[in-house]
Each structure stands twice: as structure tokens, then as C-alpha cells.
């Protein structure tokens, strides 16, 4: 029991424990990365594993020349589109059956009816905005497969918001990780990334929550 303990711990802390595994492992590091990766984004059960603190420690690890920041951010890349995709079709095929299959059956046919047009409607925004988010990251591409979001909408947005979370994270690592003022305060830099990663989701909430209090009361008059 404590081996297992220890080693999700392991897990959710491997941005801490990278330079050990990085010296470790060596280019089997790469191969690391990607299932974690792959997995935070490509299983709805997964969310709790490092995602934005661990693109910005490899690419800190890349900056001082542990990891070449290209095969990085090409395997990273592959990770994080492929991850979203097989979670899409996870929910396309067999998110239904989940959810009839759930205790208290919350949602309904209308429910998915209701997901669909959401996403259909603002599925874009909601997919490269998710990217951004701990735990909706991993739940965004799920629901778009149970909404039955249209794939080739889906992939398109999917490629491009997941170029722009690799891009961000891995290459502000790479540029910045190593600067004294970071590395004496890795950790709050890493709880800033993590903060920073939430607040677009928080802006786009409220600014969605605005115009919906806007259109009721026009509605209303």
C-alpha cells in the first residue's frame, strides 16, 4: 500500500521530481512525458495528474540543455492532441452508456441534446479555452464527444488549442525558467502558472454570466 501511495505521489509532484527522473531515465524521459500527458488529457478519470507545471519544468529542464526543447515540444504536442482525441471518442461512443449508467441518472437525453447545441454553438471557444484550465482540460473533450460535437470542428480547434498550451508553457519554461528570480521561487512560480492557467476560464464564466443576466432582462422588458 505504501509503494502505491508513494508512487501517486510520485505522479502528481513530477514536475518536482523531474531532474530526477530526467537523470534517471535520460531519453526515456520523453516517452514519461508523453503518457502523462497523454493521459491527463486523453482520460476523463485523469485530471489530477500535472499538466501547465509540467510543460513549464521540462521546458526549464530544456533551457539549461537536460532535454532538447524541440523533440519536446513535437512529443508534448502529439501527447496533448492525441490525449483529446481519444476522450472525445471515449465520450462519443461510450460516454451515453456512462452516464445512463450513473447512480442518480442526472442527465438526461435532453441533457445531451442540450450539450450538443452548446458545443456546436460555442464549442471553439470552449475547447481552446479549456486547454488552459486544470480539470476541465481533461472533462472539455469528453463532454464534446457525449454532445457530439461535429470531429472535424472538434479537431481543428483541438490542434489549435493545444499549440498554443505546448507553445506557451514549454517555451515560457525554456525562456524564463531559468532566471535566478524563478529558480529561487520555483514553487510560487508554479502555483502562478497554475493560477494564471485558471483565470481564463473564471473571466470567460462571469463575462458569459453578464451577458446571459443581460439578455434575461431585455427578455424581460
Not at 526543447?69 to 504536442?77: A, D, P, Q
Not at 452548446?118 to 472533462?139: D, H, L, N, Q, S
Not at 524564463?176 to 521561487?185: D, E, Q, R
Request: net charge positive.
Amino acid at each position: 500500500m505504501e509503494i502505491i501511495i508513494n508512487f501517486f505521489k510520485f505522479l502528481l509532484h513530477l514536475d518536482v521530481y523531474l531532474n530526477s527522473v530526467i537523470q534517471t531515465f535520460g531519453n526515456w524521459t520523453y516517452l514519461i512525458l508523453f503518457v502523462i500527458i497523454f493521459c491527463e488529457t486523453g482520460l476523463v478519470f485523469a485530471p489530477f495528474l500535472p499538466g501547465d507545471s509540467l510543460l513549464f519544468a521540462a521546458g526549464t529542464f530544456a533551457g539549461i540543455g537536460l532535454l532538447d526543447v524541440i523533440w519536446l515540444f513535437i512529443i508534448i504536442f502529439l501527447a496533448a492532441i492525441l490525449g483529446d482525441t481519444v476522450n472525445y471518442w471515449i465520450g462519443h461512443f461510450f460516454g451515453e452508456k456512462i452516464l445512463k449508467r450513473s447512480k442518480h441518472r442526472l442527465i438526461k437525453k435532453e441533457h445531451l441534446e442540450k450539450t450538443h447545441q452548446f458545443f456546436e454553438k460555442y464549442g471553439a471557444k470552449t475547447i481552446v479555452i479549456a486547454r488552459f484550465v486544470p480539470i476541465v482540460r481533461t472533462i472539455a473533450p469528453f463532454i464534446a464527444g457525449v454532445g457530439r460535437m461535429t470531429y472535424f470542428k472538434f479537431l481543428f480547434y483541438n490542434v489549435i488549442g493545444g499549440l498554443l498550451w505546448v507553445t506557451i508553457f514549454v517555451f515560457g519554461g525554456y525562456f524564463f525558467g531559468n532566471l535566478p528570480v524563478i529558480k529561487k521561487n520555483f514553487s510560487l512560480a508554479i502555483m502562478a502558472i497554475i493560477l494564471i492557467s485558471i483565470l481564463p476560464g473564471i473571466i470567460e464564466y462571469y463575462r458569459q454570466r453578464i451577458k446571459n443576466n443581460k439578455e434575461i432582462k431585455e427578455e424581460g422588458k
